[in-house]
């Protein structure tokens, strides 16, 4: 996997945006579907996806919004008027146009963010990275989770467990990938939230996990996790925090 040429930080939504931004504004003689699949990973003509990632993107100009509203800056307007305009430019990107044409579906998009509205948004970005606590992961760290995480996954469905606790293992560990696939989108903080569900989940469920003779597949998935947790840091003292979870759902103490 490549490594990216990221402009700005990618620790906050406004900067991962912006990154965002620049990629679709760097593509070439290929329409909007082509762009967002290259940009995003995708396969090619994953209309769905497209849409789904192209509509992330306004609700990041959103949070993008309400984070600065939070804190409330001096110059706070101005923040808030490049993140309309932001808006103003995504709404610009078409469909169904067609490749190695000028109006291939990003021409009015590129246009549109031009070198004074780009400079804006990284100084919008810069501002949040100045309060933002989110660690930034490479990519090939992400594709190489994504890949264990596949191999879990094909364990566990290859496993004798009872049906409803291979389907809660199953759908959080789906979770788990879909928001390392997300990362773009959503950063450390969606990786964070999808563990902290699924911990929760295990814990609710100690009866199942605890009936379940072999606990390779649960022991597995707090490896994951640990490692995980080693590269966001999601909780103070999280190592020993683990530990203790593991121990109470895979034993019969009360």
Not at 199 to 216: C, F, H, P, Q, S
């Amino acid at each position: 996997m490549h490594k990216e040429n990221i402009a700005v930080s990618n620790d906050n939504v406004i900067g991962r945006l912006y990154n965002l931004i620049s990629a679709l504004k760097n593509t070439e003689d290929i329409n909007s579907e082509e762009a967002f699949c290259k940009v995003f990973y995708l396969e090619q003509n994953n209309k769905a996806s497209v849409l789904y990632n192209y509509s992330e993107l306004f609700k990041m100009c959103t949070l993008g919004i309400n984070e600065i509203q939070q804190l409330n800056p001096k110059n706070i307007q101005k923040y808030l008027d490049t993140l309309n305009s932001a808006i103003e430019g995504l709404s610009k990107i078409y469909f169904n146009a067609s490749s190695n044409v000028l109006n291939n579906g990003l021409d009015k998009f590129k246009d549109y963010f031009d070198k004074t509205l780009m400079l804006s948004l990284e100084y919008c970005a810069d501002y949040l990275s100045e309060h933002s606590k989110e660690v930034v992961i490479e990519d090939e760290k992400i594709q190489e989770l994504i890949k264990e995480i596949n191999e879990l996954i094909e364990s566990v469905l290859n496993s004798k467990l009872h049906n409803e606790l291979e389907r809660i293992l199953i759908y959080h560990l789906n979770n788990i990938r879909e928001s390392l696939l997300k990362y773009k989108l959503y950063g450390s903080q969606g990786i964070i939230n999808s563990i902290s569900t699924t911990l929760g989940t295990l814990i609710l469920n100690r009866e199942k996990v605890y009936a379940d003779k072999d606990k390779t597949n649960v022991e597995n998935i707090f490896k994951i996790v640990n490692k995980i947790n080693g590269i966001v840091g999601f909780a103070t003292k999280s190592v020993s925090l683990l530990s203790s979870i593991y121990k109470k759902i895979t034993s019969d103490d009360e």
